[in-house]
């Protein structure tokens, strides 16, 4: 399965925390995850695969097991057979099409791949979390940037499709080093990526350092600000972008499990709403004058990410611009799922001009 192939249905099977011998000052995988640390017996795997299998709907024929919250090549020998040949099993039955797995950078070896050469391991995700020593170092992470460049190296000499695991919000990260890491993993040639904001969770080493003030997470509005400019760097390479923020669960929604960070079930969609805010408002300055009513073109499924969550771009579209009395939002199959299209009498957008960038008008609440 290449990196533009559709998008794969996902059995997730967790092994929390599992065949990690470091403890990363922000992790505590029994809240990200809800599961308690505990290898699942072949059943259990079982169960798990035939009760997701009943929710793949049609176009999502592509199918892996995907064992998910540990490290998976950390663990034992063993234990990675037993599991390997359990989700085996699905593919050899035809029921599912491959396996995936998350696991550190520094457990890629030439003795591992040859272990994974007699399964149907198809995708390899690997937390590379940042591509700074000094973070990295700081978060008590283990291993360095030039443990993730070489293990992306070996997994697509492989043949694996190599999913990537970044962090943003980090102790020790600013704006700049935070681009440019997105930028260095975008040198890795993955085929996706996922962007995780951290958060303060209860009972990991951060919590301590946050309570004592040593520490403070970005805020809400810092992040979406700053997860849309690494979106951006791999959106411009042509990597997918699969996920931006913590998948919702009763664990991290439970009171008291975050403590504090910019956690919000609605991440992504807040952060490809902010990139079409910037995409209209470059086309916006970009006219002279504006008249009363402004269309804004956009892909039919990119209706709700233009007015934004409970219509936020909409205000402030019209806080921005108050000669502009109404703003329409029409679906267009024609405009790229991430573009705008404005139309007005007398305009009609065409590029962005990169001018306007350093003019406008601050957004209200920022």
Known sequence: MSGKDPKPFVVPVFIPHSGCGHRCTFCNQHTVTGQNSRIPETAELDAAVLQYLEYRHPGREFTEISF?????????TARIRKLLEAATAWVRAGKVHGIRFSTRPDTIDAR???LLAAYPVSTVEIGVQSMDDAVLERIKRGHTAADCFRASEMLK?????????IMTGLPGENEISAVAGAGAAAEMKPDFVRIYPLVVLSGSVLA??????????????ACIRRMAKLYRIFSGKGIPVVRMGLQASEELNAPGAVLAGPYHPAMGHMVLSRIMLEHAR?????ARELPAAVTLR??????????????TNMDALK????????FDVRPDPQVAADEVRVEAAGFKSGP????TAGTRKALPGT
């Open 157 to 165: 000499k492989g043949g694996f499709r190599l999913g990537c695991q």
């Open 352 to 355: 962005a001009s990169p001018k």
């Open 208 to 221: 301590a350092e946050y309570r004592t003030g040593r520490f403070a997470p970005l805020d809400l509005e």
């Open 319 to 326: 806080h921005l611009y108050p000669d502009v009395r109404q």
């Open 112 to 114: 591992r791949l040859d």
């Open 298 to 311: 956009v892909h039919p499924a990119s209706i709700s990410r233009m007015r934004g969550l409970k219509n």
């Open 68 to 76: 998910y919250g540990g490290n998976f090549l950390g663990l034992e």
């Open 282 to 286: 470059q086309r916006l300055d970009a």
